[in-house]
């Protein structure tokens, strides 16, 4: 039987650095919220009728395996964590690191580049609704949502003084997505 849990070493890196620079309270309260977003995607997989297969966990976050699904319930599946993150927001007056943290994470999570759960709506949607422009919408929106932010990353390092370190998330957002587009007469790839 294969193991259901994968942790990389990456992933355990990454954690032992959090350890030394974030507090415990910050560090338990995002590992709380990424939890239970990973655990709301796993609950609407199952709900569906879906099986899970594994769930690997690296440095650029958690990657659940599943069998193949529909286009709709893939689009559900896909929003069932930024869900799950936005119902810990309304708990801010209880657990208000915890709200903090998911409401980031559903922010992030929501964006329109694939792999992440908004890239993955966006392209379960119009694949399903017109599937013949449904690559190259996806394409021109990843396009145009990573050129806003490494705009609004340049702006806010001068703006408010942070040295390179936005336009440092910025690069390591837009290098570790998975290259989708297939834009040949443009040279996108």
């Known amino acids: 039987m294969r193991d259901f849990l994968h942790l990389d070493a990456a992933a355990c890196l990454l954690g032992a650095l959090l350890l030394l620079v974030l507090p415990l309270q910050w560090l338990l309260a995002a590992l709380t919220a990424a939890a239970f977003h990973e655990l709301c995607h796993f609950l609407a997989v199952r709900l569906v009728g879906g099986r899970v297969l594994d769930v ?6 958690a990657v659940m395996q599943t069998l193949p699904m529909s286009r709709g319930r893939e689009w559900l599946c896909a929003l069932a964590g ?3 993150s936005l ?3 309304s708990l801010c007056r209880v657990f208000p690191r915890v709200a903090f943290c998911a409401l980031v994470q559903a922010v992030y999570n929501l964006l ?3 792999p992440l759960d908004g890239g993955r709506a966006l392209r379960c949607a119009l694949e399903r609704w017109i599937p013949k422009w449904a690559d190259e919408i996806c394409c021109w929106v990843e396009i145009g949502t990573l050129t806003a932010l490494g705009a609004a990353a340049l702006i806010v390092s001068f703006w408010l003084h942070l040295g390179i370190w936005p336009l440092i998330a910025f690069l390591l957002l837009a290098v570790r997505r998975n290259r989708t587009c297939k834009l040949r007469r443009f040279g996108v790839q």
Do not use: A, D
Request: charged share 5%.
């Open 112 to 114: 329109p580049v694939f």
């Open 82 to 84: 930024p869900v799950g």
């Open 87 to 89: 119902i810990l927001v």
């Open 56 to 61: 690997r966990i690296g440095s650029g976050g």
